[in-house]
């Protein structure tokens, strides 16, 4: 499965974007997906993760509700909708799926990682 992330840009704080991750193929469905990512100097970390139905969620606390993470498995596509953003929300968004984990939570229940897509908030 390759994974393409889409939708970065610049924004101001208190701003939206929605981020967007294509999957290459259909076996895509069976995996569970989530958002990590990385600001300069840190580690990667948890943002959110959804089975494969997309019907359970998890969000870390930093942005419990703020984001949504979802999916539309007729596209391939799983999507991070960003709203109140902060300028600490600052950071390169990886996508990642799991074929063997219920949800993505941790770097190690990775299986493919998408290439990143930066995010930066203005204060």
Request: with cysteine.
């Amino acid at each position: 499965v390759q994974l393409q992330a889409s939708g970065g840009g610049l924004v101001q704080a208190g701003g939206s974007l929605r981020l967007a991750c294509a999957a290459s193929t259909s076996a895509f469905t069976a995996y569970a997906v989530g958002w990590f990512r990385q600001a300069p100097g840190k580690e990667r970390e948890f943002v959110a993760s959804t089975n494969w139905s997309g019907g359970s969620t998890l969000y870390a606390d930093s942005v419990k509700g703020r984001f949504t993470i979802s999916r539309d498995n007729t596209k391939n596509t799983i999507y991070l909708d960003m709203t109140r953003l902060k300028p600490d929300d600052t950071a390169v968004y990886y996508c990642a799926a799991a074929l063997h984990s219920a949800m993505v939570i941790d770097i190690t229940d990775v299986d493919h990682w998408g290439q990143g897509t930066l995010v930066t908030v203005s204060s």
